[in-house]
């Protein structure tokens, strides 16, 4: 069994930062792209960032494009989200996710495996 686990979330006054953790454990795999998604209340889970292996390229939704950056280690599952300028709407449960059968994808449907979530509180 494969178990995502997120990390660092916590309460932020807007302006400030938060760098999120995820990490993997339990049996071993390969997945071809890991990425963040955030649920905040009463709306649908939205894409916020992810990364190809293949090549470490990232990709970005466009609110969080220049304030956001995804990084980690293929080897170890390991991702993170550094997170700059954050504003109130970013407010959310961020969830880590990672796809085996997708090279690169925003479709929460395409991610095989998710960690439970994190809570991001940004005051204003």
């Known amino acids: 069994q494969v178990q995502l686990v997120e990390s660092g979330g916590g309460l932020v006054q807007a302006g400030g930062s938060l760098r999120l953790s995820c990490a993997a454990s339990?049996?071993?795999?390969?997945?071809?792209?890991m990425g963040w998604f955030r649920q905040a209340p009463g709306k649908e889970r939205e894409f916020v960032a992810a990364i190809r292996w293949r090549d470490r390229i990232a990709y970005y939704a466009a609110s969080v494009k220049g304030r956001f950056t995804i990084s980690g280690d293929n080897a170890k599952n390991t991702v993170y989200l550094q997170m700059n300028s954050l504003k109130p709407e970013d407010t959310a449960v961020y969830y880590c996710?990672?796809?085996?059968?997708?090279?690169?994808?925003?479709?929460?449907?395409?991610?095989?495996?998710w960690g439970q979530g994190t809570q991001v509180t940004v005051s204003s």
């Open positions: 339990g049996r071993t795999f390969s997945s071809s792209a």
């Open positions: 996710a990672a796809t085996i059968r997708v090279l690169m994808t925003v479709q929460p449907s395409d991610y095989d495996y």
